[in-house]
Structure formats: C-alpha cells, structure tokens
C-alpha cells in the first residue's frame, strides 16, 4: 500500500460478504476501484496480484499464493517474493517509495477442531513469522505475542501483530477480515504521510523569524498562507481518523468492531493520532503568536512611515515661512 501522484480511475471493488452474522459497513469505509489484475510466476508457482485504489491517491496490491505447509521456514521466503511483487506492481503507479505500508496475512482453512490446537503445536512459529524471524523466540515473547488474539466461532482465530497477522477459519472466511486490516493499514499510512507534512511545516516556522526584515510583508503573507494550510490539514485529520473508526464501532461489540479494536490498539493508531493533534495545535500557536508579532512589526512600521511623513511636511512648511520671510 502506497501513494502515488497519478489519478485512479477503474471500476468499483465488490464488497466482500463474510459468513459471520455481523453487520454490513459498506458505507462507512472507502471506496475502492480495482486497477488490474493479473497472475505471475515467482519460483515457478503462481502469484495472483490485485491492485485496487482508494481515492485520492493510495494504491493497494493483493499479492496473494497458496503453499503446501504454512508452518516450514521456507514460507518466509515465499513472503519475501511476494512483498517485491507487490512493490514492482506500486512502482507501475509511480508510487512514493519512502512512504508505504507491508503487511502480511497468513491465512489456514480446510481444517478440523479447534484453531487453538495450531497454536498449541506450532506457536513458536506464528509468532517468529509474525515477527519475520526465523530464529527461535523467547518464551516470552511467543506468549506476548500469541494473547493479540481474538475469536468469533468455537473454531476460528484471529492473531494480530504489528506487521502481520494469522487468520484461522475452517470455511475460508478471510476477504471480509482482510478489508479490515486494509482500512487500518490506509489510517496508518494517512498518518505518516501527515505527521511528516506537519514536521515540514515545523522547520518552515523555524525559518521565517530569520527572514530579512525588509521582507516582513512577504513573511506576512507566508503567515497568512500556512495558517489556512493548518485549517486545512486539521479538517482533514478529523475526517479521515475519526470517520471510519466512529462508524465501524457504531456496530456495537460484534466482532468486525472487536477485531478492528485489536488492530488499531497494534499498530498504535491512537498514539499517531495523538501525536499529529497535539502537533496541529503547537502549529496553530506558533503560526497565530507569528501573526500577531508581524502585525505588531508592520503597525510599528506604518506609525514610523507616518511619523517621518509628518516632520518632512512640518520641515517643509518651515522651508516656505522662511522663504517668504526673506523676500
């Protein structure tokens, strides 16, 4: 998932309908356009790949291919390959590259019993691929990690993590579970992208008291211009952090709204949220204090135009009094 300059045009995504007996949030999430879809060869197996977009500006590819044994080291490898699929796909779109968003899920079907049993035999190993290690974990951390989990039905699981989660649903039941982690990995990525634009305008506020004062009325208009860029960005903070989440907990405790809980408290969304707020407000009154100080400097510097106006005019009238005097 990243961001690109082009436009995105393409028809629009099928919503995906789960088996689970939870509410439907079409209309509280973005509206996705597929962009193409097409199948490669890596290693000689086949890769599907599915590139949507969501507008503005953000392109998402699906990298998507089955392997035989989810538990074996190798599959690491496999993640790797696909990752660089998906990145050469973004690149097509002429997508930033220092500002995207990995995030892999593994998905287990076809199975019988209790999803936990997984767990129980091969824990060490959910947790080394959610970690992308392939060194055995402490204890610790295998137990840290493996209580991110959430269940719906007696044999299902989910197990979140920050950089990937495994999905087990005897039925397949993932699509609907996987746009969750879309919007989340979206709120992510609209974060950083906003949280650096924000760092850009704190090294524009330590230079503009360096400027030449001669040049106080351009500062001036600067002042003018980024405050309404912070109005601006504070609009679009709002509505892009608060829409989609305050809608999809309007569900209630239904698991769509637990589970997208759990992934918001992993990837620290809050905190991001926090943070980009607390960074608005410094703006606004550094900016607001700037324009005061610059209206102060531009009224003291009409008084002193007025004032040396005056005492030309008075020397001026002395001029002529003496003029007529001495004639």
Not at 97 to 117: I, Q, R, S
Not at 242 to 259: F, H, P, R, V
């Amino acid at each position: 998932m990243a961001e690109t300059t082009q436009s995105l045009d393409g028809p629009a995504a099928a919503s995906p309908r789960g088996l689970r007996s939870a509410p439907n949030y079409p209309a509280f999430i973005p509206a996705l356009t597929v962009l193409g879809t097409r199948r490669e060869a890596l290693d000689g197996r086949p890769v599907d790949l599915l590139v949507k977009a969501v507008p503005p500006r953000t392109v998402i590819v699906e990298a998507t291919a089955e392997v035989e044994e989810i538990f074996h080291e190798a599959v690491l490898d496999r993640k790797n390959a696909l990752l660089a699929a998906a990145r050469r796909a973004l690149a097509e779109y002429r997508c930033r590259p220092d500002f995207d968003e990995e995030y892999t899920v593994y998905c287990v079907a076809g199975y019988g019993g209790d999803a936990e049993t997984f767990l129980a035999l091969h824990g060490g190993m959910v947790a080394a691929f959610l970690k992308n290690e392939k060194m055995p974990l402490d204890e610790g951390t295998v137990k840290a990690t493996l209580k991110s989990s959430i269940k719906y039905a007696r044999h299902d699981l989910a197990v979140v993590d920050w950089d990937g989660a495994f999905l087990f649903d005897p039925y397949g039941d993932f699509e609907s579970t996987i746009e969750l982690f879309e919007i989340a990995n979206l709120q992510l990525l609209r974060c950083r992208i906003l949280d650096s634009a924000l760092d850009q305008r704190l090294e524009l506020v330590a230079g503009l008291p360096s400027a030449p004062e001669r040049r106080i009325l351009f500062r001036a208009r600067d002042v003018r211009s980024v405050l309404r860029e912070i109005m601006r960005l504070r609009s679009q903070s709002i509505l892009e952090f608060q829409a989609i989440e305050k809608n999809i907990k309007l569900i209630g405790d239904w698991y769509s709204a637990d589970l997208y809980d759990l992934i918001v408290t992993k990837f620290h969304l809050r905190t991001w949220q926090r943070n980009i707020k607390e960074k608005l407000d410094a703006l606004e009154d550094i900016y607001t204090m700037t324009s005061e100080n610059f209206t102060f400097s531009f009224s003291s510097t009409v008084d002193l135009v007025q004032a040396a106006g005056w005492f030309l005019l008075l020397v001026g009238y002395f001029v002529l009094f003496f003029l007529e005097l001495s004639r």
